[in-house]
């Protein structure tokens, strides 16, 4: 266990002291692979799946913050939606300025989280996001992690409907958006994500907050339970169908990830808690304070040894031994 806290603060050294180039790729290749989620899912737009436009574009995100990531995206996402119908456009333009409001309104900090949950919804590990932003975030995260989840859908109904969307002449303007509203906003398996998912981070941020010991490992134990029940209310009250073991390993490995980022942010020694009370004019203040785990990273230090030099024998000394 020594090792493992040996090598957490080596790898937090590291990172502030490279924290700027480090930042830089993480921008780049998030940029990279949303990029090419986009051209996968959509692509309907043929000059826009060009590598050196997707490369470009990375390479001007990877100096961006996320908030001008999003908005990269964004326009990406929406030219490719435009090829294929301008109704639909114009719907997720909506949308997408109703996120703009939201996110400057709410959560001005929590853009990445526009980007980084359709990338986890589509490599189907979606669960891991409410435990982590219950963990590291505040409860107005919710709104960038639902609207994520929202883009994500968003993008499923264009692959799936890019016909009836492209060769629907036949319906006049009032029952496409009619059709739009219904399966996007109507559908119950995205439905389900938002009122888990949400409930997973209130749930997990309240207790995470509580003075209480283990906070955490209970925080994160009952953002799993919390997900598993919704899940299962959702499918026993309004038959929402779902795959039983993706669900259970999903949690699972929501869980463990979770436990790594609580080393990595939270790890205190509850062993050596200590409390403490002091006054002031105005107060009594009762006090408990809980070390964090820390270690100190041995230093190594390389000795150059030197070969003792042998004293030269002179000639003389030879021939008189020898004599």
Not at 251 to 259: D, G, I, K, M, Q
Not at 300 to 311: G, V
Request: with cysteine; aromatic share 14%; glycine share 6%.
């Amino acid at each position: 266990m020594l090792e493992l806290y040996v090598l957490r603060d080596r790898l937090k050294r590291w990172y502030g002291k490279y924290s700027i180039g480090f930042l830089v790729l993480l921008r780049f290749l998030l940029a990279w692979t949303a990029i090419a989620l986009l051209n996968s899912s959509l692509g309907y737009m043929k000059p826009l799946r060009s590598p050196v436009i997707s490369l470009v574009l990375s390479l001007i995100c990877g100096v961006c913050p996320f908030g001008g990531i999003c908005w990269i995206l964004a326009f990406f996402m929406l030219a490719h939606i435009f090829a294929v119908s301008l109704e639909f456009a114009l719907f997720t333009t909506v949308f997408l300025l109703t996120v703009a409001l939201l996110y400057y309104g709410f959560a001005p900090g929590d853009s990445v989280l526009l980007i980084v949950t359709p990338l986890l919804f589509a490599w189907k590990i979606p669960y891991i996001i409410p435990l982590l932003v219950g963990l590291g975030g505040a409860l107005v995260s919710v709104i960038p992690m639902c609207c994520g989840i929202v883009i994500y859908y968003i993008l499923q109904y264009v692959r799936a409907n890019a016909g009836p969307l492209t060769n629907g002449s036949s319906l006049d303007i009032t029952q496409k958006y009619v059709q739009m509203l219904n399966g996007v906003l109507l559908n119950r398996t995205m439905l389900t994500f938002l009122l888990a998912f949400a409930v997973a981070v209130i749930v997990v941020y309240l207790i995470r907050t509580l003075p209480i010991l283990n906070a955490w490992n209970l925080a994160i134990f009952a953002g799993v339970l919390a997900i598993l029940l919704s899940f299962f209310a959702a499918a026993f009250f309004y038959g929402i169908r779902f795959e039983l073991l993706p669900l259970l390993g999903g949690c699972a490995l929501a869980a463990a990830v979770a436990t790594v980022f609580q080393f990595f942010v939270f790890n205190v020694d509850y062993t050596r808690m200590e409390y403490t009370q002091f006054e002031d004019d105005d107060y009594h203040y009762f006090v408990k304070a809980v070390p964090k785990v820390s270690v100190s990273v041995p230093k190594m230090k390389l000795q150059k040894l030197n070969r003792a030099k042998r004293p030269k024998r002179s000639r003389g000394s030879g021939d008189e031994s020898k004599r």
